[in-house]
């Protein structure tokens, strides 16, 4: 596998994930939502285009299953970033 | 979505009793199954190093093979070729001798000394790696195969059913609160968010441990229906069609010339081996290795058949080119194993078995918070005997297992050479801590004890990385692979700040936080008259 398009597919594939935590009601990255439209519609753009770079360098069923992972790690992991970041904003 | 309250009452119900009898069982299972996504380099990083001369480059394995069955000639039996000799698997030509058992056997390897005379050694492959997997695979159970892979595949049963129970208990408040996470006073309400931050999203991952795991569990009585049923005429095991044999001016192709045949046939597949068997004359081959692109229903590496007269490779067997059947059980095992998409996938299952055992983890804090006898009138009621035992339950089995994780491999570089059994010493300090732990917990209360455990687990990561540097600086028998094990001393070194971080914070929580409360030493003691007391005044 060539190690850019990896790289690239897993890059896009954590913006896409990221920019629809941002778009969703209960993100607390940001003090306010901004455009979750715009956030939401570029999130999945950028989401589509990892599963298909992933599609282009591994088998179908593992391009879907790395795809799927990543994703999950994501959104697993940005509530806690989100509550951290909340958190230190109230601090401040 | 609309349920009704007495259906949910139900769901949750079953949610919380086989999410207590097993939680703590499947944090075992994910803890040491995220540690055992990398095997292959702590095995690497835990093999003692071999005192073979280095490998003869691979256009000379043909000589080394003909020296190895002049001297050894039951190696002709059972061979295996090295492409890439690394610390764990140090010679170009490995044979294993069979023991007492049909899984037991002796690996030797062979090199040529600087003077050109044969090198043979009885290899040491570390079983550390593989004491971590085995307590994946029997939930950290100490008993026979047999007994706890029987218990496993119920704990993966009742795990699958707290999924969809769970599942079921969410949907009513899904698309609220999908995503949430409030810390704030309402302590159930915050690990409650915790609890779905880490199970929700993840729940095709974790449906795909539970089933996989369940099937691991009871393949046999799986395979003797399905003979029964759908294969009359016995399971086809393995079944390819029998090479040709070999005509007189035939003889099997060196291995160098195999590697270019296969790397041809096969492009993107890492060959690790080829491995030789003799059957009534003839020689039979197999190839492993790996390409990242494809799954493979083994843990590390796919193999399949090779012609070993030819070098043509018989590729049924490889992820990518099997029938749809086949393809479909391969991927039931590579979704389990991650082993697909190399170490970038390896390192996101690794957090996602991590981000698991903490779901467990948070499931029991969850049920403790939600019995707390809350303070009235400035009294701090006694907490619930349940609350406090589930309490010190949950920090000595969870910390229990990872300190005797980091224990047993901080001993690593230090038991071979001072201990007959290295694998039996390993087994008997994970063990020893792990029990340690729990008693620890129930001696000092589980606000207490996950205080001093978690320092205590921040030490014995810290001893993995220096059992490394001694291996450096050469005392005591040690040894340091260059380059090897980096990751594994990096990480050990990584969670040392993160355990004393996490044992700061329940300083804090014990400090300042409720002290009606097992997370309290005020209140949550496990004064076995506590019960009995109604309350104590606040002082």
């Known amino acids: ?92 | 979505m609309k349920i009704r309250n007495d259906i949910i009452k139900v769901y949750k119900d079953v949610h919380i009793w086989v999410g207590i009898i097993s939680g703590l069982m499947l944090f075992i299972a994910f803890y040491a199954g995220a540690i055992t996504m990398f095997e292959k380099p702590l095995e690497r990083w835990a093999t003692p190093p071999s005192a073979l001369a280095p490998p003869p480059p691979i256009e000379r394995t043909e000589a080394l093979l003909q020296a190895v069955f002049a001297s050894h000639p039951q190696a002709a039996k059972h061979y295996l070729v090295v492409v890439r000799p690394s610390a764990e698997a140090p010679a170009r030509v490995i044979w294993r001798e069979p023991g007492k058992t049909r899984r037991e056997f002796t690996e030797y390897g062979a090199s040529f000394a600087a003077d050109g005379s044969l090198q043979v050694e009885k290899l040491a492959k570390a079983p550390v790696a593989q004491l971590v997997d085995t307590l994946h695979q029997l939930v950290g159970l100490p008993f026979p195969d047999a007994v706890a892979r029987q218990i496993m595949g119920a704990v993966a049963l009742m795990y699958a059913v707290a999924l969809v129970s769970g599942l079921i208990i969410v949907l009513p408040t899904l698309v609220k609160d999908f995503l949430a996470l409030r810390i704030g006073k309402n302590i159930k309400r915050m690990w409650m968010d915790v609890h779905n931050a880490l199970g929700i999203v993840s729940l095709p991952f974790h449906l795909v441990m539970a089933l996989t795991s369940v099937v691991f569990a009871f393949h046999t009585p799986f395979y003797a229906v399905q003979e029964k049923v759908v294969y009359p005429h016995g399971l086809p095991w393995g079944q390819h069609e029998p090479a040709p044999l070999p005509g007189p001016d035939e003889y099997p192709l060196p291995a160098d010339a195999l590697l270019r045949s296969v790397e041809a046939q096969l492009p993107g597949f890492e060959v690790y081996s080829f491995i030789f068997r003799e059957d009534q004359g003839q020689l039979e081959a197999s190839v492993t290795g790996l390409d990242v692109r494809h799954g493979t229903r083994g843990r590390t590496q796919a193999s399949t058949h090779l012609n070993p007269y030819t070098g043509e490779v018989d590729p049924h067997d490889l992820p990518g080119r099997m029938e749809s059947w086949d393809a479909a059980v391969n991927a039931f095992f590579m979704l389990h194993f991650g082993s697909y998409g190399g170490n970038a996938m390896r390192w996101l299952y690794l957090v996602m078995g991590l981000a698991g055992a903490l779901l467990f983890y948070t499931g029991n804090l969850l049920w403790i918070e939600s019995r707390r006898r809350k303070q009235r009138d400035g009294l701090v009621p006694a907490q619930k005997r349940s609350a406090q035992v589930l309490g010190c339950l949950t920090v000595g089995v969870s910390l229990g297992c990872v300190i005797g994780i980091s224990a047993t491999l901080a001993a690593t570089k230090w038991l071979p050479g001072r201990v007959d059994d290295v694998a039996l010493w390993h087994q008997g300090l994970y063990y020893a801590f792990f029990a340690a732990a729990v008693a620890w917990a129930f001696a000092r209360g589980a606000a207490r004890g996950a205080d001093e455990l978690l320092r205590l687990a921040a030490l014995a990561s810290l001893l993995v990385p220096l059992g490394s540097l001694a291996g450096v600086w050469g005392i005591g028998g040690t040894w340091n692979h260059p380059g090897a094990g980096f990751a594994v001393d990096a990480v050990a070194l990584a969670a040392v700040p993160v355990f004393l971080m996490l044992a700061r914070y329940t300083r804090k929580r014990m400090a300042d936080g409720h002290t009606d409360s097992v997370w309290s030493t005020a209140g949550g003691s496990a004064d076995p008259a506590a019960e009995g007391a109604d309350a104590r005044a606040v002082t």
Do not use: K
């Open chain 1, 1 to 92: 596998m060539n190690e850019w398009m990896v790289f690239f597919s897993a890059l896009s594939g954590v913006a896409g994930a990221w920019l629809l935590y941002l778009a969703s009601p209960r993100q607390q990255w940001l003090a306010h939502r901004s455009s979750p439209r715009v956030s939401a519609g570029v999130g999945t753009a950028l989401l589509l285009l990892s599963l298909a770079l992933l599609l282009s360098m591994m088998g179908a069923t593992e391009a879907v299953a790395s795809w799927m992972v990543l994703v999950m790690l994501v959104w697993t992991l940005a509530p806690f970033l989100g509550a951290w970041r909340a958190g230190r904003r109230t601090l401040s």
